[in-house]
């Protein structure tokens, strides 16, 4: 009996080796086994997807064999290790391992979402519905309730998003790349706020930030923005209106059809200021650093106007003859390219009441302002 135990014994630890070492070399086997694909692919690995079920789906779908053994592998190597949701790109050659590797790093596939210095709130909401890889959940809301998704329910949604590229995982939603591009925001605000000079013009950061996307859409090289910055601030000191076209094209909203009138100028919006004193109501764009840094910290200077060269530069001025001067060389005698403001309204206005003013037309059509607004000074005095 005892020789038969130990028979038996020996049969079973055989039996097990053998066992064990078939379920290894299938296990390295199957780890080792390249993936089958006719070129490069992405996998998608949905939000709450466990190892097992992606393992099932890609044997479902031809792209490896022995589902059940990647099972075990990940189950005794792999424990504890968080399968991070997006998109792995497989390319011909990778090996299982390999896939398995990228899973361990979570190397998911990125994607941008640029925003771009001038947009309007309305072309940061088309630019989210227009990309694939985001997880579109604000579509039919108005602008209220979106900033009510966002967590902001009182705050006006114009120029209060970051400008820049922002990467993402497929699946992220609008909701989410929003709350960056606001917090991202808020913060270059508070550091710009907090090294600003004494003597500004503004209550809070607030108004810094609307001067910030009047500074954006009037510059037209990058060196300007403290220039253009400086005529605004020294203007609202001394009680000047602004008198900057954006403004207007903003409160013209989708009339604006890349020209504005005699007619146009003298109505009453909110924006307009050429009717209003000081700042309008709220940014009229969004804004990057630079701009913002101008408007704390405008360059220094005497000159209160300013006017276009048409090559996107402008001439500044101290005084309105010396404006008046520049309007009549680089305006009224502008070229068909030329990109300005208005001839100014003083006692030698020439101009008919409705004449169309010369703007550049926007490269895509408007929707609460236009993509890039001409690089116009404020041409037209009182």
């Not at 078939?22 to 992405?42: N, T």
């Not at 106007?305 to 048409?310: E, K, L, M, P």
């Not at 100014?344 to 993509?371: M, S």
Request: net charge negative; hydrophobic share 40%.
């Amino acid at each position: 009996m005892r020789r038969k135990l130990l028979l038996l014994l020996e049969i079973i630890l055989i039996l097990g080796g053998l066992v064990l070492g078939y379920s290894a070399w299938k296990v390295s086997s199957s780890v080792d086994q390249p993936l089958h694909l006719g070129g490069e692919e992405l996998l998608d690995v949905p939000t709450g997807t466990n190892p097992n079920r992606m393992f099932y789906r890609m044997e479902g779908q031809g792209l490896i064999k022995d589902a059940f053994w990647l099972r075990l592998y990940w189950r005794f190597n792999m424990a504890g290790t968080a399968l991070h949701t997006g998109e792995y790109r497989m390319t011909p050659g990778m090996t299982v391992r390999d896939l398995l590797d990228a899973w361990r790093r979570g190397d998911v596939v990125q994607y941008n979402l640029t925003l771009v210095e001038g947009w309007t709130f309305r072309q940061v909401r088309a630019a989210l519905a227009r990309h694939e890889k985001i997880k579109h959940t604000l579509d039919g809301m108005s602008d209220a309730e979106v900033m009510d998704q966002l967590g902001h329910p009182t705050v006006f949604p114009e120029g209060r998003f970051f400008p820049d590229t922002y990467k993402f995982v497929r699946g992220t939603s609008d909701v989410e790349l929003l709350q960056q591009a606001y917090a991202r925001l808020e913060e270059v605000l508070a550091r710009e706020w907090a090294d600003r000079p004494a003597e500004l013009p503004y209550r809070d950061p607030y108004q810094a930030l609307i001067m910030a996307s009047l500074v954006e859409k009037e510059t037209g090289v990058p060196h300007e923005r403290g220039q253009i910055a400086g005529v605004f601030v020294r203007r609202m000191q001394i009680g000047m209106q602004l008198q900057t076209d954006p403004t207007v094209i903003y409160g013209m909203g989708e009339r604006y059809n890349g020209k504005i009138t005699r007619a146009d100028l003298r109505e009453p919006t909110p924006y307009n200021t050429y009717v209003i004193s000081g700042l309008p109501p709220t940014p009229i764009a969004m804004v990057g650093r630079e701009a913002i840094h101008a408007a704390l910290n405008p360059a220094p200077g005497t000159s209160l106007y300013f006017v276009a060269r048409g090559d996107g530069s402008h001439v500044f001025s101290d005084d309105l003859d010396a404006h008046n001067a520049a309007v009549r060389e680089y305006q009224l005698k502008r070229r068909a390219d030329y990109r300005s403001s208005p001839a100014p309204l003083n006692g030698d206005d020439k101009v008919r009441k409705d004449e169309p003013v010369p703007q550049e037309t926007p490269a895509v059509p408007p929707a609460v302002g236009p993509v890039e607004t001409p690089a116009a000074g404020d041409a037209i005095q009182q």
